[in-house]
């Protein structure tokens, strides 16, 4: 069965600190698909990175950061330099591969909530 | 990104009475979901539709109904609803072809503030 455990609820941290969200899952699939979502509080949900199995390198986009490591079933969430503005909840979640229109549907976590002080 | 829209973004109603909460994309997705958000609980599958005829049963669907008009329009309809549904109903749609295999994203409205009295 599939399963994402987000273990951290709340992280609060002050503006500058590094600050990483921690995301492990659990598969019997070969092929999976690892995603981050971010819900600042005015509630929608923004699409951050998606990660495919296949592809352990580690990505960086800016202050935000990635490390998926297959061995400990892990995919973790790094911001570097916080601002005020990472405040937010952070979603980890996972889907399954699609084979022709079958279901793929995402897993989530039930998310780190993230305050960043001035 | 997908230009997914939900309306209303906020709805308060009693016990026992019937809603409707809309969502429509406008990049011709196929595949379109929904979800509600619980705090605490992360989000959770209700419904979703791989295409127009294709409409399939999620992780929490007792209670719910659903309603695939067009391509781009998918209803979510409460039909008695009940205090226990308060929450955040998120629509998204995704962006891998039906019939075809691979890579998908799904991409989310606003979201719906639904709050049952």
């Known amino acids: 069965a599939q399963k994402v455990t987000q273990a951290q609820t709340e992280i609060s941290v002050v503006e500058k600190e590094d600050v990483t969200l921690d995301c492990v899952y659990e598969?019997?699939?070969?092929?999976?698909?690892l995603f981050w979502y971010k819900q600042p509080p005015s509630g929608e949900l923004v699409f951050l990175i998606r990660?495919?199995?296949?592809?352990?390198q580690n990505e960086i986009s800016g202050r935000y950061s990635w490390n998926f490591q297959k061995s400990t079933s892990s995919f973790n969430f790094t911001i570097t330099a916080s601002q005020v503005v990472d405040s937010a909840v952070y979603f980890c979640a996972l889907s399954e591969e699609n084979y022709g229109g079958s279901q793929g549907n995402l897993i989530f976590g039930k998310g780190t909530k993230l305050s960043v002080k001035p | 990104d997908a230009d997914v829209t939900q309306t209303p973004r906020n709805r308060i109603t009693k016990t026992g009475k019937r809603i409707m909460l809309e969502c429509s994309q406008t990049?011709?997705?196929?595949?379109m979901y929904w979800y509600r958000q619980d705090p605490g609980l992360g989000l959770r599958l209700i419904y979703y539709s791989f295409d127009v005829k294709d409409i399939n049963k999620g992780e929490i669907s007792d209670g719910y109904s659903v309603s695939r008009q067009a391509q781009a329009k998918f209803s979510l309809s409460l039909e008695s609803a009940i205090p226990n549904q308060t929450a955040l109903y998120f629509c998204?749609?995704?962006?891998?072809?039906?019939?075809?295999?691979?890579?998908?994203?799904?991409?989310f409205g606003p979201g719906t503030r639904l709050l049952v009295l």
């Open positions: 990660r495919n199995s296949f592809d352990e």
């Open positions: 990049k011709g997705h196929d595949r």
């Open positions: 998204a749609t995704s962006d891998l072809t039906h019939g075809t295999s691979g890579q998908e994203t799904q991409y």
């Open positions: 598969t019997r699939d070969t092929t999976y698909y």
